[in-house]
């Protein structure tokens, strides 16, 4: 079964810190990779994609996320959290037209 | 418009009642899909449309789900007899082209909830 794993239910991190949220995947073929994130009853928005290429990916407000095909991980990443920046985070995997998304980690970043 | 509208916001119905949820997708795009999150879960697949076609509903629980998209742009979602276990976000999501190349632009979501 394809499945997506996001093993932090949430993550606490210190403004001005660095935070990694992680994510593996066990997803057939090559997935194209992504990180959302959804705001108290909002929609999901778009962070960032991996399709192929560097396997540095950098996206909206300042968040990357590093592709390792070995370790089947796309982990995100940001040098400088900020308090707005807390919020759920969802990464999923896209296979033939069919996202498999992880359960999701909320990030807390306090001042 | 400018993103995707989901319509209701919220929606209480009591077990056994029929509801429709509806999606209007972002003006010229071709593919819509539809998931349920579930509380502290993240979105699984329901379906997927091509213009007016439904190509994949693998995702649809029952048969109680069901799925329309008659004019290739807005569509709804329907539950007949409506069960606490489908109380959930329904999320709908629209594409330019089919698959996550371009990715996907996310409505807000209807939440569900069934009494």
């Known amino acids: 079964a394809q499945s997506v794993a996001q093993p932090e239910d949430q993550v606490n991190v210190a403004e001005g810190n660095p935070l990694t949220v992680k994510c593996t995947y066990s997803v057939s073929g090559n997935p194209y990779l992504f990180w959302y994130v959804q705001y108290p009853n909002r929609g999901l928005q778009f962070l960032l994609k991996?399709?192929?290429?560097?396997?540095l990916v950098k996206g909206s407000y300042g968040f990357e996320a590093e592709f390792n095909k070995s370790q089947t991980s796309f982990h995100l990443k940001k040098p400088s959290a900020l308090v707005s920046d807390s919020a759920l985070y969802f990464c999923?995997?896209?296979?033939?037209?069919?996202?498999?998304f992880g359960s999701g980690t909320k990030l807390n970043v306090k001042p | 418009g400018a993103g995707v509208s989901q319509s209701p916001r919220y929606k209480v119905a009591k077990r056994g009642q029929d509801v429709a949820l509806r999606c209007d997708p972002i003006?010229?795009?071709?593919?819509l899909f539809w998931y349920q999150q579930a509380l502290g879960q993240g979105p699984e697949f329901l379906t997927y449309f091509q213009n007016e076609a439904q190509l994949d509903k693998s995702g649809l629980p029952s048969d109680r789900f069901f799925a329309e998209r008659p004019e290739g742009s807005v569509s709804t979602l329907k539950i007949q007899r409506t069960q606490q276990e489908d109380s959930a976000v329904y999320l709908c999501?629209?594409?330019?082209?089919?698959?996550?190349?371009?990715?996907?632009?996310f409505g807000s979501g209807t939440r569900l909830t069934v009494v």
């Open positions: 991996y399709i192929t290429g560097d396997n």
């Open positions: 999923a995997a896209a296979l033939l037209n069919k996202f498999y």
């Open positions: 999501a629209s594409s330019l082209a089919g698959g996550g190349i371009d990715g996907y632009t």
């Open positions: 003006s010229g795009h071709v593919s």
